[in-house]
């Protein structure tokens, strides 16, 4: 035996084969080997099958991902944009007192940053819509699943699939895709979702989506929803009303509560149970909100200043023109205008009673509105005949449509629907209150009607003012085959206590009315009714000023140093034209031999006109008018002097202005300021500025950046002259009681078309125009001054009530002196170079070059001119 191992000794190989060793060698490959059993064979051999498909499905099924994802993938939007998107919001547009004017919008929104929604309206929405919003990354692969099982269960049952649409999801869908219900939007949809969660944060995702979702009631974003549901601001929503908010988004028309408040408050209770399994709210503020009914309030704005109407239009039409459609109407501008509420609401009232009057007056009985059975009429259920009249267009708020019941010679018996409990009323029409509406027969006044029945018969439906609101207002005088005095105002109208009959008048009329200093447009009327018509007149319509265009001739002729004192021969001219000779006459169809400038403005004296429009040329009385923006062309030819021009009442108010501001250029403005969305001004109205106004370091100053378009002293003398034209010449009935300094002038065209009368003080200009739509005459002595006088002055009478009397400042070197004008002793403005009431010699002479010829400076000899004079233009009073 051998010793024992020491470390470290190998082992040494034993030849020993244990007892049970099996054969060695050779004879060991010729035994038969063991085989597995069969089972387990055929295990192995699926379960290795099996493995096989599942890779290859998931080789296909990820190559098929990749292609479905790079196919989808293919052209989408990039969602960087969703950084700084911000929703389209509606502009709003606000009066000169704050008051809202007007929303302009093609979807009603209001933005609200997320610090600003509250938190319960958050949380309710990510309750119905979301619950995992805050932990998954686009899309919600439990959500699906539970959509696909539920699906599943219902297949065949008619029942419309839930959806499992993320937040992230809906933001996509309605931000950068369409809202078509295919497999491919949602595959769109899906990828959308991700990348937008990997580039924006979840407060972002949130806020767009509670800005952008459609709640119904034309409402887009939470904010628009609780105030047309609730008519309250979010952050006075409870958590029942936030909870119904989150309602909506499945389907708003089908749980409007106005409609269907079973339905809405049932979806409301499903997203109070949801909030209550998040924990957004207890069990206890559960129950308590399920027991709250819902109560909406519909959203009603304030009601609109009467007539602005013809304001906000024209200020939408600017914006537009400025910013653009989409800018104003998506762009969340905040428009501050120069308008006041007060001032619109008296130049409407005093426009549309000028234009009643006038048509009492000229505009005779037109018939009724419509005719109903007589059977109809006189049974006991005439109310819902009457009910089943359309109002006509134009028809007064207050007024209403009635029916005549039954009428005799002396009076009518009428029916109507009270406006404020829709109760039928009765009252009595008397013949004595008919006595204006003659009937017009063939376009001609018929005779004063003598019976009622000529008036209306029973079955006819007309308008009338009830008693309630009937007020005292201007009417035609009772005698309407009297000839009218010339600026009388027509007799009062029947006593209140009775319905007045009324009718559209046909006429139209147009008033602007602006702070001369800085252009801003007080009130603006651009006709009898919006709603009749949106044409505006005031800044659409171009008319012929008439006489209300010669103080740009005066001015001219001052500007060239002729004096208010200067004598101008009024006496016949003869024009011989390609048409024949044009005999142009006063007003008066007098003459009056040599007449002081001065006089000749106040009374408006053509034939005076024409030798000062001779003597200083017609290019240069061109050039004043153009500069003062009176209009941006004109011919230069003679009878533009006595208005044959085009001009609107907004741009002749603007022309006034500058005289009333010493002769700088003065643009008439309507909106004040436009500011973004962030509060940053992006446009203001030029003029007037004030650098160191913001400044607490500095006095503020304010700078008059206007052009200066006329020499002040010569301005000023016009505008001492016009101050007599409101005193003792043809403007006296605009002026009369109003008791303060006033300029102004008459207007009117040939043949009575048109009738103006434009005027201001120191701090006020207003422009009245009144005609018709298809320029026609007014009627015989239907002047500027009978007309639109009144109008001028009712208006006015309201507008100068609380403000100052004020003169108009006198410019350096100009004198103020009294002179004998040979109709009075009058008050004028003189330069350093003029004598007070000196003339020199007559002007007189009148020969023109051919038209279109600077003709100052012409020799005073007496001849006639030749040279395509239009004899069928010119003002005359």
């Not at 109903?372 to 209403?400: C, E, F, K, N, S």
């Not at 006819?460 to 009937?470: L, N, R, Y």
């Not at 434009?758 to 125009?769: E, I, K, Q, S, Y």
């Not at 004020?806 to 350096?812: K, T």
Request: glycine letters at 10%; hydrophobic letters at 40%.
């Amino acid at each position: 035996m051998t010793g024992p191992l020491t470390a470290g000794e190998p082992l040494a190989p034993s030849n020993k084969r244990p007892p049970n060793a099996g054969p060695r060698g050779p004879e060991r490959d010729k035994r038969p080997a063991r085989r597995r059993p069969l089972v387990v064979r055929m295990l192995r051999g699926l379960f290795g099958a099996m493995l096989g498909i599942v890779l290859l499905v998931g080789v296909v099924g990820a190559a098929g991902g990749w292609m479905a994802w790079q196919h989808f993938s293919a052209g989408l939007p990039d969602v960087d944009g969703l950084r700084n998107y911000q929703p389209p919001v509606m502009s709003r547009v606000y009066a000169g007192d704050a008051r809202l004017l007007a929303e302009l919008a093609t979807e009603r929104r209001i933005f609200v940053p997320f610090s600003a929604i509250p938190d319960v309206v958050r949380r309710a929405f990510v309750s119905a819509e979301d619950q995992n919003f805050w932990t998954h990354r686009g899309v919600d692969p439990v959500a699906i699943a539970r959509a696909a099982a539920t699906d599943l269960m219902h297949i065949g049952q008619g029942r419309r699939p839930i959806g499992a649409s993320t937040i992230t999801q809906q933001v996509a869908k309605n931000m950068l895709l369409d809202n078509a219900p295919t497999l491919s939007r949602k595959a769109k949809e899906a990828i959308l979702a991700m990348r937008i969660e990997q580039t924006l944060t979840k407060e972002r995702i949130l806020e767009l989506y509670l800005n952008e979702i459609y709640l119904g009631l034309g409402s887009y974003g939470v904010a628009a929803a609780a105030q047309a549901y609730f008519n309250k601001p979010l952050d006075q929503l409870t958590v029942a009303e936030a909870a119904f908010l989150a309602a909506l988004p499945k389907a708003p028309n089908n749980y409007n509560p106005f409609k269907y408040p079973d339905a809405a408050r049932a979806r409301r209770d499903w997203v109070i149970d949801r909030m209550a399994d998040d924990r957004v709210i207890t069990a206890q503020q559960a129950t308590q909100a399920k027991a709250e009914p819902i109560v909406p309030s519909e959203f009603r704005r304030p009601p609109p200043i009467p007539g602005a109407e013809w304001f906000t239009e024209e200020v939408r039409r600017q914006l537009v023109a400025q910013f653009g459609q989409d800018a104003t109407t998506q762009g969340g501008l905040m428009v501050r205008t120069s308008l006041d509420p007060v001032l619109q609401t008296a130049a409407e009232k005093s426009l549309r009673d000028g234009l009643m009057a006038y048509d009492r007056k000229q505009g005779g009985w037109r018939g009724p509105v419509t005719h109903l059975d007589a059977g109809a009429a006189l049974d006991r259920d005439w109310q819902t005949a009457l009910a089943q009249v359309a109002r006509p267009p134009g028809m007064l708020p207050a007024w209403r449509l009635a029916v005549v019941l039954g009428a005799t010679d002396q009076e009518a018996r009428i029916g109507w629907i009270a406006a404020d409990n829709q109760q039928p009323r009765t009252g009595t029409l008397l013949l004595s209150d008919l006595s204006w509406a003659r009937p017009v027969r063939d376009g001609r006044l018929g005779p004063t009607p003598r019976r009622v029945t000529d008036v209306m018969k029973p079955g006819d439906v007309v308008m009338i003012e009830p008693p309630a609101q009937a007020a005292v207002q201007t009417a035609a005088a009772q005698t309407p085959a009297a000839t009218p005095t010339r600026g009388a105002r027509p007799a009062a109208p029947p006593p209140a206590a009775r319905p007045v009959l009324r009718q559209i008048p046909t006429v139209q009329g147009a008033l602007v009315s602006l702070d001369p200093s800085t252009g801003r447009v007080f009130a603006m009327v651009g006709g009898w009714s919006f709603e009749q018509s949106q044409f505006n007149r005031a800044t659409q319509a171009q008319r012929q000023p008439g006489s209300s265009f010669k103080p740009m001739v005066y001015l001219t002729a001052l500007e060239k140093g002729i004096s208010p004192s200067q004598r101008f021969l009024d006496a016949p001219i003869v024009v011989d034209t390609s048409e024949g000779r044009w005999r142009p006459g006063n007003y008066e169809g007098t003459f009056n031999g040599p007449v002081p400038l001065r006089i000749a403005l106040e009374q408006s004296l053509n034939l005076v006109t024409l030798r000062v429009a001779q003597q200083v040329g017609m290019d240069a009385v061109a050039d004043t008018a153009i500069a003062f923006h009176m209009a941006d062309s004109m011919p230069r030819v003679l009878p533009a002097a006595l208005g044959a021009v085009v001009t609107t009442v907004m741009r002749e108010a603007g022309a006034y202005a500058s005289l009333a501001t010493d002769g700088r250029e003065v643009i008439p403005t309507l909106i004040d300021s436009v500011q973004d969305p962030d509060g940053h001004v992006v446009w203001r109205a030029g003029g007037l500025t004030c650098d160191a106004c913001e400044r607490t370091d500095t006095p503020p100053e304010v700078q008059d950046g206007r052009k200066q378009i006329a020499d002040p002293a010569s301005v000023f003398q016009l505008v001492t002259m016009m101050q007599g034209v409101t005193t003792r010449g043809t403007g006296v009935n605009a002026a009369r009681g109003l008791n303060r300094p006033i300029a102004g002038k008459t207007g009117t065209s040939q043949d009575f078309t048109d009738a103006w009368f434009a005027g201001f003080t120191p701090d006020l200009v207003t422009v009245v125009w009144v005609g018709y739509d298809n320029p026609s005459s007014l009627g015989n002595g239907e002047t500027g001054g009978n007309l639109a006088g009144p109008i001028w002055h009712d208006y006015m009478a309201e507008a100068l009530k609380n403000r100052p009397v004020l003169s108009f400042p006198v410019p350096p070197g100009v004198t103020l002196a009294q002179w004998d004008s040979g109709s009075g002793t009058v008050t004028d403005a003189f330069k350093p170079d003029q004598q007070p009431g000196a003339s020199g010699p007559v002007f007189g002479g009148f020969v023109a070059a051919p038209t279109g010829t600077d003709t100052s400076g012409a020799p005073p000899a007496p001849g006639s001119v030749h040279g395509g004079v239009d004899s069928s233009l010119g003002g005359l009073y």
